[in-house]
Nanobody, 126 residues
Framework: QVQLVESGGGTVQPGGSLRLSCLVS????????MGWFRQAPGKEREFVAA????????NYADSVTGRFTISRDNAKDTAYLQMNRLKFEDTAVYYC???????????????????WGQGTQVTVAS
């Protein structure tokens, strides 16, 4: 059973930074593309960033490009989301996801991911 556990959420002031981590267990981490999605109250879950299994390809939502960086450490079975210059509108529950057959062309599609974490809250407040 593949399990994903996010950590690193919290409350930060606008302009601040957080780094989210997603530890994957129960399977070969390096086989999976990894994605980060978020859901704000009253809104649908949306794509934030994703990285291919090799790390060679990354993809970002326009709203976070230049501020967020996704990475992975296959030796630690962990994906990361470095979030800089956070804004009020970044407030949401952030979910990581793993996709076994998620190719580089579809990294941003929710339906392409097989396993999900429980989410971690990120709040940007002054």
């Amino acid at each position: 059973q593949v399990q994903l556990v996010e950590s690193g959420g919290g409350t930060v002031q606008p302009g601040g930074s957080l780094r989210l981590s997603c530890l994957v267990s129960g399977s070969y981490f390096s086989n999976y593309a990894m994605g980060w999605f978020r859901q704000a109250p009253g809104k649908e879950r949306e794509f934030v960033a994703a990285i291919s299994w090799s790390g060679a390809t990354t993809n970002y939502a326009d709203s976070v490009t230049g501020r967020f960086t996704i990475s992975r450490d296959n030796a630690k079975d962990t994906a990361y989301l470095q979030m800089n210059r956070l804004k009020f509108e970044d407030t949401a529950v952030y979910y990581c996801a793993a996709g076994l057959h998620t190719t580089a062309q579809v990294l941003g599609l929710i339906k392409e991911y097989d396993f999900w974490g429980q989410g971690t809250q990120v709040t940007v407040a002054s």
